[in-house]
């Protein structure tokens, strides 16, 4: 025996049913609709910080390319060209561009980018006649699913490379630096015209005078020495004056230290052995 | 310590220029460089003490590089280097009364395994300009605490305008002429001045000098971030550009580059 009236019940139950999932489905959509804004920023801002990375590797790869191509061909002009760089409207730096899509031709394998970017970096590079030179480098990355192909993130790198350069102070000594007398220490620079000693024109007070010893008490001895520049010491500074009767312009350089690179004597092989 | 003294300024130096080298010679002034170089390799008036017949060391030209490889040099009479040089000499390096000068064109790079001297007027590229004279000590490897066995020494008059790197002998000047000076830079592994030694006299052209002592590595580093693409100062002096942005767009233009 069914009763009739189970049924008008049971369909009560699913419209109730019915209406709570679409009241919990709105909830939802609702709490979707919220929320997107911010995980579309969030991809945008992935995205973004992707490219910048790509961007950042590919600026150090011109760094790489650049500090080899200074070691390889240093002042060889010929050789600078021959390799592809350009020189700079000033004469003071070569500059070069690489793309991936060339390297990839060059190499044979695929070096491009993911998700269809495209990447190409640039070095310009001062030209290698001095101890300290500098390269900046440029890494760009353009284009990518869903970006447009004119969108560009790039990345620049500045950096100095130098090399051991003991002539870069003045006057030092590893160990004992004895100064009897009154000998004067002072600074000109020869690319300036003209120095007159004892006059001051075009005198300068950039003379760093001293050790590298840590042991200031049995090393350093400046009698009544002039210095136009500072003293430096290797020793730790322990609140004494180590000065002495010398006068002293730029004050004191604690821990001072320096490297002394051992001299390599070139190979003679075939040089002349008597002078004129 | 305290240390104050008159400058002049450049401006008014270079007003004065004629009038200021004609009463250095008149005042019996020491004038260390009578030439801006045309380079930092090179570059001295050659006036003053020009060698007369001295005997020429050098391509003149700067084509080819002389190289000697010597046992010792006791230097005889006077010498004149006029083209680039270099000289490895085993021994000792005598150059006693005599005078070296460094022309214009020429440099020299001494490699030297035993002692060094000069005296009397006595003298090596006195009138030349620090960088054209590097002479480096090939001497034994010593401990900062050992004595060492080789050195360099100025007497009476004796002048040097050049670098001197000998960080395992001795740098010594033993003074008592007026004339007497060191101009350049000097590491050695002790350094003594006796007597009453002539001035010494840096030269801040050396600071950039490559003394090929090494290879580069890398010594400072700025990633340009933040819309940041401004040079610095060196970077700006040497690439003729405060910002890199505008620079790599001129170089390689192509659109326009956000630097982020």
Known sequence: MIHSNIGPKTRGTAGSVLLTSAIFSMVILLGIAGIMPMLVSDWKQTSRTSLQEAAFTLAESAVDEAIWAVLEFEDDEIAWRAAGWSEGSNGNYWYREWTLTALSQSAGINLELDEGRTGRYHAIVEKADSSRITIVAQGVVSGGRNVNSETEIARIIETEFSKPNPAAYGLIARDSLNLNGKPTFDSYDSRNFPYIYSSGVNSGSNATVGSASKNKNSTLDLGNSTIFGPLATGAPNDGTDPTGGATVSGGIIWDFEMDFPPVTVPDTSGWTNSVP | ?260
């Open chain 2, 1 to 260: 310590m305290k240390i104050s003294r008159n400058i002049i300024p450049l401006k008014i130096v270079h007003l004065v220029l004629v009038g200021v080298a004609s009463a250095a010679l008149l005042l019996n002034l020491q004038v260390l460089e009578a030439k801006k170089p045309d380079n930092p390799g090179g570059g001295n008036s050659g006036g003053g003490n020009s060698g007369g017949g001295s005997p020429k060391i050098g391509d003149s030209t700067g084509n080819t590089v002389a190289k000697y490889h010597l046992s010792s040099w006791n230097v005889s009479g006077d010498y004149e280097i006029v083209g680039p040089t270099i000289m490895v000499i085993d021994g000792d390096f005598n150059i006693g009364n005599n005078t070296i000068t460094i022309a214009a064109t020429g440099s020299l790079e001494l490699f030297v395994g035993g002692n060094i001297s000069a005296n009397g007027k006595g003298a090596i590229n006195n009138t030349g300009v620090p960088s054209q004279l590097i002479v480096k000590g090939t001497h034994p490897e010593k401990q900062p605490s050992d004595s060492p066995d080789y050195s360099w020494t100025l007497s009476g008059n004796g002048a040097l305008t050049g670098v001197v790197y000998a960080p395992n002998a001795e740098y010594r000047t033993n003074g008592g002429g007026n004339a007497g000076f060191t101009s350049g830079s000097v590491v050695a592994l002790d350094i003594r001045f006796n007597g009453s030694p002539g001035p010494f006299h840096f030269d801040e052209a050396l600071e950039d000098l490559d003394l090929g002592l090494g290879s580069y590595t890398l010594a400072a580093y700025e990633l340009k971030a933040n819309g940041n693409s401004s040079a610095s100062v060196e970077g700006g002096a040497i690439f003729g550009s405060t910002d890199y942005k505008v620079l790599f767009n001129q170089l390689f233009s192509k659109k326009n580059t956000l630097a982020q």
